[in-house]
């Protein structure tokens, strides 16, 4: 199909008649790795997907066809498209049930090696790229009084670490701007959930979704070195694994309630554990919840 028609409502066929045990899923950064393979888990469990990306040929590619899904072009740093595929999945299926803010990446390095620019295009697509789809989906729910925020963060929007500084500063973000928004739509209706996965064998650390910043300072060299020969050795070879993930995402995402946030994988878990027990231990700290 042409790029262009993918986003003419009109020229979608109409499938609003769905039975109550299917969901209708939007799913942002579908084309390859932890987003493929969400779609994949909607559909064999027999929901609907509006499958979204940045490039429709290898949307294609990924998941071929099938009667249940719906695949648009759409980069989630611009705001039209994101609410000319809110508008195409509803014109398609009728309703938006799960919105899976999953799209983005990783600009990996030591913050004074990190570009102004770098640390910038980290954030619009960790941050703003997920509130500009978010901002196009809630007035479908909001109409539904129904919904569920699916977005996933990571280990490292709980727990800042070396070589992650623009990476963190995203997903903190994230963590605050959900953790804040769940009670403002609570009253229509809509949940929210924040998931914060470990090392899963996604594509997260491929050369497609990972940028190395440019060693520049002598002081950082050794283990700028020895930090990018790791993470690039530990691509494909993370701990845990995808499918499992996905299966977990597929089932929490039916619940009547589900978690405010799902940790996910035991490399996880440490480390999120040890700094709950860091704040409790702190006489000024306060949970939020």
């Not at 990996?108 to 960790?126: H, N």
């Not at 020895?226 to 995402?253: H, N, R």
């Amino acid at each position: 199909m042409p790029d262009a028609d993918r986003l003419l409502i009109s020229t979608q066929p109409k499938e609003h008649t769905i039975s109550s045990n299917e969901k209708v899923w939007l799913v942002t950064g579908a084309g390859r790795g932890l987003g493929a393979d969400i779609v994949r888990a909607a559909l064999a469990a027999g929901h609907r997907v509006v499958a979204t990306g940045r490039d429709p040929k290898k949307l294609d590619a990924a998941l071929g066809a099938h009667d249940k899904l719906l695949t648009l072009k759409l980069d989630i740093t611009n705001a039209e498209e994101a609410k000319a595929a809110s508008a195409a999945a509803v014109a398609r299926f009728g309703r938006i049930d799960v919105l899976v803010n999953n799209a983005g990446n990783f600009y990996a390095g030591f913050f004074e090696e990190l570009t102004p620019d770098q640390v910038r295009q980290q954030i619009e697509t960790l941050l703003f790229g997920p509130m500009n789809v978010t901002r196009a989906v809630l007035p479908v729910m909001r109409k539904q009084r129904a919904g569920l925020v699916l977005t996933i963060s990571s280990t490292a929007g709980l727990v800042g670490g070396a070589f992650c500084t623009g990476y963190a500063a995203g997903k903190f973000g994230i963590e605050g701007w959900m953790e804040s928004l769940a009670p403002e739509i609570e009253p229509f209706g809509i949940a929210t959930m924040l998931v914060e996965p470990g090392f899963f064998r996604t594509e997260l650390l491929s050369a497609d979704s990972t940028t190395f910043a440019q060693p520049s300072i002598e002081d950082y060299a050794d283990r700028t070195a020895g930090t990018i020969a790791f993470l690039s050795g530990l691509d494909g070879k993370q701990p845990g694994d995808p499918v499992k993930l996905v299966s977990a995402l597929v089932q929490l995402a039916a619940l009547e309630k589900p978690p405010l946030r799902f940790v996910a994988g035991t490399d996880a878990m440490q480390p999120i554990e040890a700094k709950a027990h860091l704040c409790r231990s702190m006489p000024t700290c306060r949970r939020s919840r």
